[in-house]
Structures are given as structure tokens and as C-alpha cells.
């Protein structure tokens, strides 16, 4: 093997290492943006959930003062 076809096949490699890193650079920054999605849809159902549960809790609390104490054994 000669010292120009050598340098050939390490660019070649070189280059073909380079498109690899370079789509899993695209493919991790796809994953980024879906998850980044993902994180703003479960916070707002978070959102909901505790205003539903503030609701549920406020409620209780209004009949819990509208009745009286069980007896005591």
C-alpha cells in the first residue's frame, strides 16, 4: 500500500466517521425537541390535575366542617 493510498483510505474513513457523528447529531436533536414537546404537554396536564385536586381538597373541606365528629368508644 502506498502512502497516497493510505491517506486516501484514512480520509475515507475519516469522512464516513464524520457522516455517522453527523446524523446522530440530527437525530439526537430531533429526540431533544420531542421530549422538550413532551415535557410542556405532561406540565400542563400536571397543571390541570392539581387545579383538579385543589378543587377536589377544597370541597372536602367545606363538607368536613359540616359534619359532625364520629363518637368516640
Do not use: C
Request: glycine share 4%.
Amino acid at each position: 500500500m502506498t502512502k497516497d493510498s493510505e491517506m486516501e483510505s484514512r480520509l475515507i474513513d475519516l469522512e464516513q466517521r464524520l457522516a455517522h457523528f453527523e446524523q446522530m447529531s440530527e437525530d439526537l436533536s430531533s429526540m431533544v425537541i420531542e421530549q422538550g414537546k413532551t415535557i410542556t404537554n405532561l406540565q400542563t396536564q400536571l397543571a390541570g390535575v392539581n387545579m383538579s385536586l385543589q378543587d377536589a381538597l377544597s370541597e372536602l373541606g367545606e363538607t368536613e366542617t359540616e359534619e359532625k365528629p364520629p363518637p368516640h368508644y
